[in-house]
């Protein structure tokens, strides 16, 4: 033991052991019981025989669940993009304008992303319903004569989902807004480029990693949405998230929800892995500030 | 260049008000986004107090259905049953996530990026594959946990990664020549960790396990997976009303939840400012230390 100055101290490393240990009983452990699931047998209702059957997986082959596939992949990149048209104005904004308050106003983003998902999506339950605010406010208004039939449609959902997860579209856009060398900006106006020019080719490419770690932290949740197609949905169940989740909580067909899943797991990891691929170093560190 | 000085200051002043007109606009759509985000909310807790029979008619100002449920014993006992196991949760996620960050903060870069994977990981995975796949491994391996304990040990997966990442960002804001000097002045690694590390943690930590309380105070989709029958936490109650139509029932146990989260969220936030912990940005899942470092 030195007693030179400046000596610091140094917890054992063996702490991260429990956590870890932790993630890998409840966490990589379940998605292990996912791949042994989804390549089991079933045979009634609960006799299952593990093995590597594939009748599961063949099955996902039907247009019915392709189309289950296209349907989610295609709600969850509109979320992403309008969720991307929403915030991105929004976060500049935060970004490059706000000067006073601005710890106030970043926290107001905030406390939406910690408020329970369940009551921010029946808000918009009560607000599209046809006898709900929207639709007497409209008619009072006389824009409408009947009431609107907004809930229970895809419109609805689109809308819940990009209510829900915008505050995490927002973050990683503000933090590399934030970031980026203002005087690379105004080096391409003082040289005459113009404002559309800048933004496309100075503005745009700075904040890239950014967008991309938005549209990722996004996309990926609003693929495996439950619960608000459950409220806002009504009786279509023609997403990823409820059809899966009827396997096992309505159905009972646990392998075949397991093999549901196991795709959709596939994919993402594809998702995720491009992502770290393109941005590279840079990953982490967008993730960091994002999370 | 001297060709012609009044177009140029015309041109100027064109550049100028487009200036304006876009700071103007850019301002405008923070207001509607702001509009957005919180209006709904506001609709929810207006109509708790609406003393109507019908969830969406507005008739009169009134305590009504605070009094309905209150006097409904499965929503007093869903309440406890959230209470606890969200309490329970953040014990587990504190211990493990003050554990691993100061663990972290040791070991080599490569461990460290490791780690960082499975941390990231269960942050980001859908809510839902983790479910599915939790119900999967209790239902096989220990079919009796499922119920409460499964609850508290599913949650505290994605909490730990939660008081992880707030409880190092603060220690990376922290300075360590206090922690020097107390082993300088002959302090042992545990003396000097309770008594100089530790204090300076506390508010990152309390923080950290007022929202993981939060995050599963909250939760609807893990729950639902791996609850047992009998019992309904807060949310698997209300979730579960909605699905059979709107209720003014449901308004209030959600404007009551909203007021629990609420203060949570905010104590959390004043802690974090209190605590002053600059370094290492972070987003809303770390709770929003978001200073950013350049």
């Known amino acids: ?291 | 260049m001297s060709a012609a000085p009044a177009s140029v200051a015309g041109g100027e002043a064109r550049v100028r008000s487009w200036d304006r007109a876009v700071d103007r606009a850019l301002r405008g759509w923070g207001g509607v986004v702001y509009a957005f985000l919180y209006l709904p909310i506001l609709v929810v807790v207006i109509y708790a107090f609406n003393d109507s029979r019908h969830v969406a008619n507005w008739e009169r100002f009134g305590l009504r259905w605070w009094g309905e449920a209150w006097r409904d014993e499965s929503i007093r006992k869903a309440l406890l049953l959230s209470l606890w196991t969200a309490a329970s949760n953040a014990g587990v996620a504190v211990v493990l996530g003050t554990a691993a960050a100061l663990g972290l903060r040791n070991v080599r870069r490569r461990t460290r990026t490791a780690y960082d994977a499975f941390m990231y990981m269960a942050l980001i995975v859908p809510e839902i594959v983790i479910a599915i796949g939790s119900l999967l491994f209790f239902a096989t391996f220990a079919p009796q946990l499922l119920g409460p304990p499964a609850i508290v040990i599913t949650h505290a997966v994605f909490n730990t990664s939660v008081v992880t990442l707030i409880v190092r960002a603060r220690l990376a804001g922290m300075d360590r020549s206090l922690e020097e000097a107390s082993a300088d002045l002959g302090a042992g690694r545990w003396g000097t960790f309770r008594r100089v590390t530790l204090p300076q943690l506390f508010p990152a930590i309390l923080a950290g396990g007022l929202l993981a309380f939060t995050f599963s105070f909250d939760d609807v989709v893990l729950s639902t997976f791996v609850t047992g029958a009998g019992s309904s936490t807060l949310p698997l109650r209300v979730f579960s009303e909605l699905r059979f139509g709107l209720t003014p029932l449901a308004n209030v146990v959600a404007t009551f939840m909203l007021t629990i989260t609420l203060t949570a969220i905010v104590t959390a936030q004043v802690l974090l400012r209190r605590s002053a912990g600059r370094a290492g940005a972070s987003g809303p899942v770390a709770g929003g230390a978001v200073e950013v470092t350049r």
């Open chain 1, 1 to 291: 033991m030195t007693t030179g100055r400046g000596q610091t101290v140094r917890e054992p490393r063996g702490l991260i052991l429990p956590a870890w240990g932790y993630y890998l009983v409840f966490f990589v452990a379940p998605l292990v019981v996912i791949l042994a699931f989804a390549f089991a047998h079933r045979e009634g209702f609960f006799d299952i025989t593990f093995g590597f059957y594939t009748e599961n997986l063949e099955r996902l082959w039907d247009p019915v669940y392709l189309k289950i596939y296209t349907n989610t992949l295609v709600l969850a990149l509109e979320g992403t993009l309008l969720c991307l048209l929403v915030g991105f104005p929004f976060a500049y904004w935060l970004g490059t304008r706000v000067r006073t308050h601005k710890t106030l106003l970043l926290l107001l983003v905030i406390v939406p992303f910690w408020t329970s998902i369940l009551i921010r999506t029946y808000a918009w339950a009560l607000i599209l319903a046809p006898s709900g605010f929207l639709s007497s406010f409209l008619q009072d208004l006389r824009l409408i004569a009947n009431p609107l039939h907004l809930l229970g449609t895809d419109r609805a959902v689109l809308v819940g989902i990009v209510y829900d997860y915008l505050p995490l579209m927002v973050f990683p856009l503000y933090v590399s807004i934030e970031r980026m060398d203002r005087r690379l900006v105004e080096a391409s106006r003082d040289l005459g480029v113009g404002r559309w020019g800048t933004f496309r080719r100075v503005t745009l490419p700075l904040v890239l990693p950014g967008i991309m770690t938005g549209c990722l932290l996004v996309f990926v949740p609003m693929t495996g949405e439950y619960v608000v197609p459950s409220i806002l949905g009504g009786g279509l169940r023609g997403l990823f998230g409820p059809v899966a989740a009827d396997q096992f909580l309505e159905a009972l067909n646990y392998p075949f929800g397991a093999a549901m899943s196991l795709v959709m797991v596939v994919f993402l990891l594809g998702v995720i892995f491009l992502y770290l691929r393109v941005l590279g170093r840079q990953a982490e560190q967008n993730l960091g500030a994002a999370l």
